[in-house]
């Protein structure tokens, strides 16, 4: 049997997915569908993209390199889709061990509150936040959501120093206090 993609299966369309919308060109009405990338305007001839296009699903959906290609392999290496893919293999991890994730989702939420806006640094510490409790199986994780190379010697970096004891005003010890502040929550659920 062929693939095909779940998301693009018009079966499950609603009239939505199909819509007129003017070229920015001549103004002349383009119909799309929903999984039109680009389309030649008949009034201008020139080639339109769609104005709705979502391919949100490419960072997530295991058949996206097969119906996308390498535009799903950018998709992929967003931050928010790395984040989520590796929230999943940790939480999956967490679950197989018996361990719950209360003290994660503290602690993500402490070190969210610390964090600068520079996205890639944050990733970084997210990242390593994340693995922290399932350390010893960081790298087959890293191997398994396809991290690239720079962040992933940074994360097993900072992972080594959180293990050994990071320098106070350190990356790693940023982390460490948002362990320490969630295990304090946990202690008191008042506070």
Not at 42 to 62: E, Q, T, V, Y
Not at 86 to 108: D, F, I, M, T
Not at 143 to 163: C, G, K, N
Not at 175 to 184: D, G, H, L, N, V
Request: proline share 7%; charged share 30%; aromatic share 6%.
């Amino acid at each position: 049997m062929a693939f095909r993609c779940p998301g693009q299966d018009r079966r499950f369309w609603t009239p939505d997915d199909v819509y007129d919308s003017p070229c920015p060109h001549c103004g002349e009405s383009i119909e799309f569908f929903r999984d039109d990338i680009a389309l030649r305007c008949p009034g201008c001839k020139k080639k339109i993209a769609n104005p709705k296009l979502d391919l949100g699903c490419a960072a997530w959906c295991s058949y996206a390199e097969q119906c996308l290609g390498e535009i799903a392999r950018t998709y992929q290496q967003r931050p928010e889709a790395l984040r989520h893919r590796l929230e999943v293999a940790v939480r999956k991890r967490l679950a197989q061990a018996g361990k719950g994730s209360g003290l994660l989702n503290r602690a993500l939420r402490q070190l969210e509150k610390a964090l600068p806006d520079s996205e890639g640094e944050t990733l970084c510490l997210i990242a390593t936040c994340l693995l922290f409790p399932v350390a010893a199986e960081a790298e087959a994780i890293l191997d398994e959501v396809e991290l690239a190379s720079p962040m992933r010697q940074e994360i097993l970096s900072l992972l080594e120093e959180l293990q050994s004891g990071p320098e106070p005003r350190s990356q790693a010890y940023v982390i460490a206090q948002s362990y320490r502040k969630a295990e304090a929550e946990l202690a008191d659920p008042a506070s």
